[in-house]
């Protein structure tokens, strides 16, 4: 049987292992190029028509420098024609976390809003505060998973030391409190007034999908 030389190792290779070889690469080569043909045209030519984010996991200062970094980059690009789609997918599942965190994402949403629909979909669980980001979404376009679980509570904070720092924390956690009822009021079809009466609870408030539509937290179940 006649062979080829595999220069690298200077070994030889039968002729038809070597022609097996040859096919192989080609067809690997053939769908490399396919798939950057599927790629390219799912982000375009720029890599501006993919639009889309996601939270998965706790709202943290990581993850929030994240979201309003992809925020403000796909408001940055996004097109000027007036018939244009500007508007950005936020995919969300999460259990809570910070609040300041939160709010710093939720105002990020607010000014993006201005010029980019934000489509938010719910996922798997939206909790504490899951739920405002959820909710602040373009109205409209908000939207659940049947299977999705939702979560209200009061916001919370662990500092513990002397009588004078909890009398600080206390008068700050109403402070965020307030914050978070104002925006919730805003961006759902609850009043202050019924907000305050089920964080007043003092315990966590869990919602269907169903519930959460029909507390204007989302528009619809999917």
Same mark, same amino acid.
């Given at each position: ?54 939270? &998965? ?19 940055? =690009? ?16 999460? &259990? ?67 009588? =004078? ?9 109403? =402070? ?29 408030? &869990? ?7 029909? &507390? ?7």
């Amino acid at each position: 049987m006649f062979t080829v030389l595999d220069k690298k190792k200077a070994k030889p290779v039968p002729i038809k292992e070597a022609q097996e070889e040859a096919q192989d690469q080609a067809q690997e080569q053939v769908s490399d190029e396919e798939a950057g043909k599927v790629i390219a045209e799912m982000l375009g030519a720029d890599g501006k028509d993919l639009r889309t984010m996601m939270l &998965y996991g706790d709202v943290n200062e990581e993850r929030a420098g994240d979201m309003v970094a992809g925020l403000l980059m796909l408001h940055g =690009h996004r097109k000027e024609e007036e018939d244009a789609d500007n508007s950005i997918k936020f995919y969300i599942s999460t &259990y809570g976390g910070s609040a300041d965190d939160m709010f710093s994402v939720y105002d990020i949403m607010r000014f993006v809003k201005q010029d980019c629909e934000i489509e938010t979909i719910g996922m798997g669980k939206i909790m504490s505060a899951g739920t405002l980001l959820l909710a602040s979404g373009t109205k409209g376009k908000r939207k659940i998973f049947k299977n999705c679980r939702v979560m209200i509570h009061s916001v919370s904070a662990g500092n513990l030391g002397t009588i =004078h720092n909890l009398e600080n924390e206390l008068e700050e956690i109403q =402070h965020l409190q307030e914050m978070y009822v104002s925006a919730l009021a805003n961006e759902t079809n609850m009043t202050k007034r019924q907000i305050r009466k089920i964080l007043d609870q003092k315990v966590n408030v &869990y919602l269907t999908a169903e519930e959460a539509v029909e &507390y204007g937290l989302a528009d619809e179940v999917i």
